[in-house]
């Protein structure tokens, strides 16, 4: 993986643990610092399954989620 990653920590609407954006030459992860530590971690980790499998290139986002929980992220 060569791209720039970002990572912002930023209270997110309840429910969501991270986001991820694709931007110029790279990647913005945000995360809810409101988490506790390993689930910032956790959310870290999903974000970066989702950059490394290039899902931000695929159509449909509700099988790559469920994919990703499936493998107990």
């Known amino acids: 993986m060569t791209d720039d990653i ?4 930023q209270p997110l609407p309840d429910g969501i643990n991270e986001a991820v954006m694709t931007c ?3 990647y913005t ?3 809810d610092p409101r988490q506790s530590k390993d689930g910032i971690h956790r959310s ?17 986002v509700q ?9 107990g992220d």
Not at 44 to 53: P, S, V
Not at 63 to 71: D, F, Q, T, V, Y
């Open 63 to 71: 099988e790559i989620e469920s994919k990703a929980h499936k493998k």
């Open 29 to 31: 992860i945000y995360i």
């Open 24 to 26: 110029l030459g790279g």
């Open 6 to 9: 970002y990572v912002y920590y």
């Open 44 to 60: 870290y980790r999903h974000a970066l399954k989702h950059i490394q499998n290039g899902d931000f290139f695929r159509p449909d």
